[in-house]
């Protein structure tokens, strides 16, 4: 029996425009580590045809959204490799870790109590189920320094162990749970004012 | 850390258990501390949101566009 046999062309224009439907969703996730549009875009077309020339090794157990987020995750983690030697992230030396210190100290009284006490968020379902929510959000990601920020989405997103971050990044344990302390306050202190505390 | 953990002490021991493992000492600090404060209490709460919203935001499919 001989059936048509589609050209190889034709399967993977076919199978690229599948992937094509998972664009925006990449796109978004390497924005938040990447913090730059047109870096992100790059990185996710890089992924979409790493995906087209290892689709042979697609097993299938997992669905098509988590091995290509897999495969994304990986191009990131190498992006931020190059940007880490390019750009050191203690370029500016100690006084970096001073500054994290500094901005954490800000938020409490000197005997170590909250200057502003955190109240309750009550139910953030509630909040999630919210369009404006995810502006908000997603204003107060960009507003961590851009520092705190990388390690913030390397241990978040890519969910890297501490270890992993600071080997990568070239800093101590300590300064690594320092910035991911201070992304989170400056998060947390973002939500508040701008979402739930009103 | 002071033998009385502070709010300070404590915020910083409830990020890092995101993190690594606490140490007995430090998780008695947090027993010691969180009964008796309802922001440090409320602080906690936040940082399971926060990981929550951040899981939530990349997974685009349930997010209200």
Redesign the interface.
Known sequence: MVESVPTQSAIEASELAALEAFR??LV??AV?QLRDQAVAEDVVQETLLAAIEGRGRFSGKSSVKTWLTGILKHKIIDHLRRRSREQPLLADGDDSGRSEADA??AL?AS????RD?????GD?DRA????EF?EV??MCAKLMPAKTARVFTM???LEL??EEICKELGITTTN??VM??RA??S??AC??LKWFGK | MSIIP????V??LL??A???PLTLREKFALHVHLPLC???R??R???A??????R??????D???
């Open positions: 925006g969703y978004r996730y938040l954490i100290d409490f005997d170590g109590h909250w006490a955190p109240a309750s968020w953030p999630f189920e919210n369009r995810w959000f997603e241990r978040e997103v162990s501490t690594c749970w991911l302390h989170r306050l998060l947390r939500l508040e | 502070s709010c300070k002490d915020s910083e990020s890092q995101q993190d690594r309802q922001a440090c409320n602080f709460e936040h940082l949101v926060i990981r929550a919203a951040v939530r935001y990349i997974d685009c499919d997010i209200p566009r």
